[in-house]
């Protein structure tokens, strides 16, 4: 069986320094019957209507990948030297999906897009109140996955003859890495970015460890003089390990 990588950068699917390795086989795909998951180089264009939960999609397809990490991110000594940003920042709205660099004109793996409102700088300057984002990890429809598999890839894979036209539509493809975080409007979450001009948006960074949720119980907000809202003690905040489930102190995370 041959097997190839795609090598694809810390700051979402650009060749950098840090690697992110997707390992994938028999030409970008394996597909298995029974649970309907594949091993796959993600790919579609993107997904412009508004994101909903989950809960109220058809999924059809469960993509996964194997990561070879270049660096640990669980070490916040690693974290802290690769990532130019620190936040602790508010979804403000969750805006769509896409797999497609436009700038690069290569798809990528799927990934989610929207807007942060920033609360707290821990790491660097931000000056703005509300910025784009961009994070690993997404649902497009199969429509729009099926565009970016080459000829050998939908012959691998049934649904896209099963599938009507209409069901292509209104079934979706998920892909998230294992155990990170899957955002989610409203909530507030320690963020380690990177600005990347390809899309224009700041990317949060490594996976798991880089965005966690933060325990709404232990954080305090304040409107400052000009309206801003801002974090106060963040000697009091906790955030959660999304390996172990628990809250531990930003203070010792970060």
Request: proline residues 1%.
């Amino acid at each position: 069986m041959n097997s190839k990588k795609i090598i694809i950068g810390i700051s979402i699917l650009t060749i950098t320094s840090l690697g992110i390795y997707f390992k994938v086989i028999n030409n970008n795909m394996v597909h298995s019957q029974e649970n309907n998951q594949i091993n796959i180089s993600s790919t579609a264009n993107t997904t412009k209507n508004k994101i909903k939960n989950s809960i109220d999609k058809n999924i059809v397809l469960t993509l996964t990948t194997d990561l070879d990490l270049a660096y640990d991110f669980s070490d916040n000594k690693i974290r802290k030297e690769h990532a130019k940003y620190a936040v602790l920042a508010k979804v403000k709205s969750i805006d769509g999906c896409t797999n497609y660099n436009k700038t690069q004109k290569e798809y990528t793996a799927v990934m989610t897009y929207g807007n942060i409102e920033v609360l707290s700088v821990l790491k660097g300057e931000i000056k703005d109140k509300t910025i784009p984002f961009i994070k690993l990890g997404g649902e497009i429809s199969f429509e729009e996955y099926e565009k970016g598999l080459e000829d050998s890839q939908k012959e691998k894979l049934d649904l896209t003859s099963k599938l009507t036209v209409t069901e292509k539509k209104t079934s979706y493809v998920s892909y998230y890495p294992n155990e990170d975080v899957k955002l989610e409007e409203g909530k507030i979450y320690l963020m380690y970015l990177n600005y990347n001009s390809d899309y224009d948006k700041y990317v949060c960074e490594f996976l798991q460890y880089g965005t966690r949720e933060v325990e709404p119980s232990t954080i305090q907000l304040k409107k400052s003089i000009n309206s801003e809202t801002r974090v106060e003690n963040l000697n009091n905040v906790k955030v959660k390990n999304n390996e172990t489930g628990k809250f531990e102190s930003l203070v010792d995370v970060f």
